[in-house]
C-alpha cells in the first residue's frame, strides 16, 4: 500500500529551523526521485526541493541556500532541513515523488504538516 506520511512541522520564529520528515511505505521509494512542495495560503502547490535516486539535489531560488534535502534509502525516508526560516515560508508542506505519485490516474498526496513562520 502506497502511503506518504509527512511530520515535523510546527510554528517557528523568524529565523529559527524545522526539519521535516516523510516516510514512505510502497515499492516506489528507491526508484523514484523525491521532492518537497509546499502550498502557501491562496498559493499553488510548488516544489521547492528535489533530491535524485543517487542523491544530487535542487532547490527553487526561494529556499536556495537555506533549505537542505536528503534521503535515507534504507529508511524509506527523505528529509527536509528548513534553516533561516521567513514568514513567508509559511504552508503546508508535502513530500511526493518527482513527478508526482499517480494512483489510478490520480495524484496522491499525504497529508501534509504545516510549517508557520511567525513572532
Known amino acids: 500500500q502506497v502511503q506518504l506520511v509527512e511530520s515535523g512541522g510546527g510554528l517557528v520564529q523568524p529565523g529559527g529551523s524545522l526539519r521535516l520528515s516523510c516516510a514512505a511505505s510502497g515499492s516506489f521509494f528507491s526508484s523514484n526521485a523525491m521532492g518537497w512542495y509546499r502550498q502557501r495560503p491562496g498559493k499553488q502547490r510548488e516544489r521547492v526541493a528535489g533530491?535524485?535516486?543517487?542523491?544530487?539535489?535542487n532547490y527553487a531560488d526561494s529556499v536556495k541556500g537555506r533549505f537542505t534535502i536528503s534521503r535515507d534509502n534504507f529508511k524509506n525516508t527523505v528529509y527536509l532541513q528548513m534553516n533561516s526560516l521567513k514568514p513567508e515560508d509559511t504552508a503546508v508542506y508535502y513530500c511526493?515523488?518527482?513527478?508526482?505519485?499517480?494512483?489510478?490516474?490520480?495524484?496522491?498526496w499525504g497529508q501534509g504538516t504545516q510549517v508557520t513562520v511567525s513572532s
Open positions: 533530491i535524485t535516486i543517487g542523491g544530487s539535489t
Open positions: 511526493n515523488t518527482v513527478p508526482i505519485l499517480t494512483i489510478n490516474l490520480r495524484n496522491y
